[in-house]
């Protein structure tokens, strides 16, 4: 199985994704989605195989909805609150 795949970037969100399947277009998105997405930004279009190695999203799970849906979403990387207070926080010298 290989899904004609475009890759679309949020102009609201950073590091927020939609996959869709390039046949079925953006119309296979919810009004609700897109409204929430903001205007898609084309990133790249490519074959998306299950086996296709990805940097933060399982390819076969991402085909998986492509055949269902039509679309899949890849929500921004949760960002760790406290490794960024120990960023801001001054650090002390201890002899």
Not at 68 to 87: A, K, N, S, T, W
Request: hydrophobic share 40%; with cysteine; aromatic share 12%.
């Amino acid at each position: 199985m290989r899904v004609l795949t475009e890759v679309y970037r949020s102009s609201v969100k950073d590091e927020m994704y939609l996959y869709i399947d390039k046949k079925r277009g953006l119309k296979a998105v919810p009004e609700e989605l897109l409204a929430i997405f903001g205007k898609p930004q084309p990133v790249f279009t490519f074959f998306l195989t299950p086996e296709k190695k990805l940097a933060r999203a399982d390819a076969g799970k991402i085909c998986k909805q492509l055949m269902i849906q039509g679309f899949y979403l890849q929500m921004p990387p949760v960002r760790e609150e406290y490794l960024l207070d120990l960023y801001r926080a001054p650090t002390e010298a201890r002899y």
